[in-house]
Structures are given as C-alpha cells and as structure tokens.
C-alpha cells in the first residue's frame, strides 16, 4: 500500500489512513437508521416495501383525478424513502432517486437499477472533469501520474457500473448467485473511486480537495446502489433458506451448492469450463483453443509478452492460451480489460519469470507499480513467476496486481517485498501459490481466497514489522475480504529480530481470516498489528480459526472488539464455495480446490 517516501520510519505509514471520526459518525448514523426502521416498521412491511420498490416495478395509473395523483406521488415518495433507509446516504439516495421517479420517461423502474444508471451518470461527469483538469498541465511529476491513474481508475468503475446495469441478472434477483454478481462489480467500482483517491496521498492539498468534490455525488450514490442490492440479497438469502428448509423437511434434497460442508476435494469454481480444467491440469492445449507461443530465443510467435497480449482479440468468449516459456521476461505486462478468457502458462513458476522494478520512490504510485497488471475477466495463471526486483529500500513494489473477475492463480510466484500481491478488487482464487513479502504483502479490497499456498515473510529494512495482509473494505455492504485456508506461513529468512503479524486494518471495515493454516514461530504472540498506533474501529473482521502451529495460539493476541471468535457454521461463510461463489465458476478451471471447510 501506498506510504510516505522520505526515510524508513515514514515509509511504515499508508495512505488511505482510517479516519475513525468519520467512520464512528458513520456507524451511529448506520445505528439510528437501523432503529428507526425498527421502530416505524415491522420487519414484513420493510421486506414487502423493499420487494416492491426495488424488485417489482411501482406502477403509474393517472385518472385524472388530483387526489389519485397525489395519492400516488406520495405512496412512490414513501416507498422509496423506505428502501433508502438501508443505505448509508438516505439522503442523496432519495434525492436522487426521486428525481428520475418523477422524470417524463419514468415507467415501471427497479429503485437499485435506477440508483445504478444515476451513478453511473454522475461518474461520467467526474470522468469529464478529470480529463479536463489533466489537459491543464499544471501538476508536479507525483500529481500527474496519480491523476492518471485516477482517469484510468474512473473508467474502469464505469465499466463495472455498465456491467450492472446492463446484466440479465436483474431479472434473476431471488438467486444468490445473480445478486452476488451485483454486489461483486458494484463493490469493485465503490473500490476503484476509493483507489484514486488514495493515490493522491502524496499530491497537494488542493488537488487532494478537488478530486474529494468531484467524486463525493459518485461514491455516495454507488455506495446507495450497493446498499439497495444488499438489501435484496437479504431477502434472497431468507427465501433460499426458508425454501431449503421446506425441502428438507419434505424429503427433497436441496440442489444449492453455495456451501459445500464436506472436507473432500473438488474440481475448481464452475467458473471455470471443463476444457480449462484440464488445461490447468495438464500441459497440452485444447483443440480449439487459440495458442500463442512467447519465447525470448525467437523460437515462438513473439519473444514478448506484450506483443502477444497487443495482438490478441478482445472479448473473445473462448480460452486464448498464451505458452511463455522458460527464461526472465522484463517488462510490464498489462492485460487490458478488453482482453478476455486469457490463459497465461510458464514452465514452471521458477522457470519462467516476469521480471520488473518500478517503485514508488523513484516516482511510479503503486498502482502503476505492478509488473503483471490484469484486469480481463477470466483470467487464468498457471506455472509462471512474477516478480518486482526493486527491493524493500525501494518501499511499495507490485509484483502483480488482479482487478479481474473470475481470475486463477495456480501454482504460480508472486516475488517481492513491500506491496508484494495487490488483489485489487473483484473475485479472485489462488492456489498453491508462493507469495513473499514484508509490509503488508498481501493487500486490497477484492474477494479472495488463498488454499493450499506457501506464504513467506521475508527479512525487512531495518526498522520496520511485517505484516503479512492489508484488507481495504470502505463500505459494510462490499462482499470482500481476504480469506486464507490451508496455507502455510513461514518465515523467509532469519526474522528472530522482526515483529511479524497477520495484517493489520487499512480500512474501516477490514475483513481477513485465517482457517485451518499452519503459521511459523516467528509470528508475533499480539497476532495484529493496529494502523498507526491508533485502536481500530469496532467495524472491523478478523477471525481465526482452527489453524495449527506455534504462531497459532490464541492466548495473548490483541483485545480488539473486531476480532471475532467463529464458529463452524460462521466460517464455511469464508470458505471457496460460499465467500467467492466458487462452485460456479472454478470447476471449469480445473484446478482441484476444497469447497467447504
């Protein structure tokens, strides 16, 4: 994560710092609005107003009548004042809304895929205002390269807000996996606007002020869009559940596979098709798949990357194969968003190696830090290295960055020190990855789960404390989190002299677990380590349970409020087929995964 630049004792502070001023204002007033809903309204009028208003459709019948009239225009007013209790901005969220209610094209609307298209309008103006202020040409070297990324970030938050509002999943809302799909791309897009703003740390005052305005109205109505789909996923979830329980009652076995309570081995998330499934297990290539060969001695189609990336199609729906083989590859790999279903295979995860060393001590931020960038949804890595070169004087250095829905990580190296592994936003699975780092070497705000992987905290600068994630949750209503099941954590070196701990809250809401891992000696008996001295917020989720090893007691960890003691049924909730959905995307990939504990 992003920390100052000037000297070792700075380079332990981040941007992004909790501001618990805000987040205690904005947990009271999550506080009293949960009251006055219990107060005003039983908990079936709250569901039958929420179904009706963001689920059905609220219909208009003008008799020319002004009593009906405003009789209808007050019950629409009521209704939607009702559903924009859930959200964090009842305010804006009834502003908002309301003024597309009353508009001249408004017909039968979906009040969280009216909230989506409102936010995605406002962000299209930030969008518009960035670039202008960019065209400027006014900003120091640091300025400029974090306002691009700031262009970059917006536009991918309007992609994810594009994806919602047009998916077909609004007609699929009683299905877990439908809302799920929402939330998902509605959190990455909440993630992506935060990201720019982070990024300014080191910029000035000013421009730090005028990016905050221009993205106050988008943040706030895609924080509400969130809220109201969380809200209908509640309600999926209760039907599901109601609907299981009716089944089981009457003999019927459920079909559901969101949790998969068993402790056998599966093939991967049924994201991923059966031909990617023995493509991940097996080293020939499927028939009809596209392949392209990248050897540095020239005996392939490129002897880049990047060149092979450049001349791949854009959304192709089938599996493109890109074979690197052994030898270090420097250079910077992005695989854009319009590149889909690729399918990156070294010849093995010592062998062949992408290499970088961009930092951000010699003026790269850290999002653009990365040497592997990928953002193309389908993503799949098996048997390669990344790696960033730069060192743990060079500060924050990405290995590799994932903002890909539906992304694999197999067998893979993930090779650096501080910032080693952005998994950035979306859902994501590694598996039997090695990943090394110092300072907070696994950080984001994606929905990730990492099983059966080797973790090695390597030795740091002097002064400084490991810790091994970063979890950037922003919002209550994002389904993110860092979960780590049946990994081992191990120490890289001689870290006797090191204070070395699990993660510590980069956020409001940071959410990390750790489930049935075997951690090494050296971690430190306190378990977390607070942000910058300060206590963390009650809103905050750290669990761990059932792990083994000499780092794993329990006795004299820290005393905070939000770390959790689970239970079973609690954890399965962080497991691959509740917490990424992944019974329905990883089987198709052909990794072999656990589903349930």
Partial sequence: MSMSMSSVTSSWKAYGKIDE??????????????????????????????????????????????????????????????????????????????????????????????????AMTELS????????????????KISAAALQNCIELTDL????????????????????????????????????????????????????????????????????????????????????????????????????????????????????????????????????AMVVIVAKDGSGNYTTIGAALNALPEKSSKRIIIHVKKGVYTEKVIVDKSKWNVMMVGDGMNVSIVSGSLNVVDGTPTFSSATVAVFGKGFIARDIGFRNTAGAIKQQAVALLSAADESVFYRCSIDAFQDTLYTHSLRQFYCECDIYGTVDFIFGNAAVVFQNCNIWARVPLSGQQNTITAQGKIDPNQNTGISIHNCTISAFGN???????????????STTVYMRSTMGSFINPAGWLSWMGNTPPTTIFYAEFRNLGLGSSTKNRVKWKGLRKLTLRQARQFTVGSFIQGNNWLPQAGVTYRSGM
Wanted: charged residues 20%; aromatic residues 6%.
């Fill in 495 to 509: 870290l006797a002299s090191v204070n070395s701990y699990l993660g510590r809250p980069w956020k409001n809401y």
């Fill in 125 to 140: 103006k930030v969008s518009g205002k960035v670039s202008q202020l960019q065209s400027q040409g006014k900003l120091d």
């Fill in 157 to 288: 938050a309007i992609y994810h807000l594009n994806d919602t509002l047009y998916s077909s999943n609004w007609g699929q809302l009683t299905t877990l996996e439908a809302v799920d799909d929402l939330r998902t791309w509605l959190s990455a897009a909440g993630t992506n606007q935060q990201t720019c703003l982070d990024g300014l740390e080191n910029s000035s005052q000013e421009l730090q002020a005028t990016m905050a305005r221009y993205t106050l109205n988008s943040t706030e109505f895609t924080s509400n869009s969130l809220a109201l789909v969380t809200a209908i996923s509640d309600i999926a979830s209760s039907i599901n559940l109601r609907r299981r329980r009716l089944m089981s009652s009457s003999g019927t076995t459920s079909t559901s596979h969101n949790v998969d309570d068993s402790d056998g081995e599966h093939p991967m998330p049924r994201w991923l098709t059966s031909k990617d499934r023995k493509l991940l297990q097996s080293n020939s290539a499927a028939a009809d």
């Fill in 21 to 118: 001023a805000e987040q205690q204002r904005l947990e009271a007033r999550r506080k009293s609005r949960k009251r006055i809903v219990i107060i005003s309204l039983s908990s079936i009028f709250l569901v039958a107003v929420i179904v009706g208003a963001v689920v059905g459709t609220v219909s208009h019948h003008h008799d020319g009548s002004a009593g009906t009239g405003g009789e209808a225009a007050s019950s629409i007013s009521n209704s939607i004042k009702a559903a924009c209790k859930v959200t964090l901005y009842p305010d804006s969220c009834y502003t908002s809304l309301y003024a597309m209610v009353n508009s001249s094209n408004f017909d039968t609307p979906n009040l969280a895929k009216l909230s989506v298209q409102v």
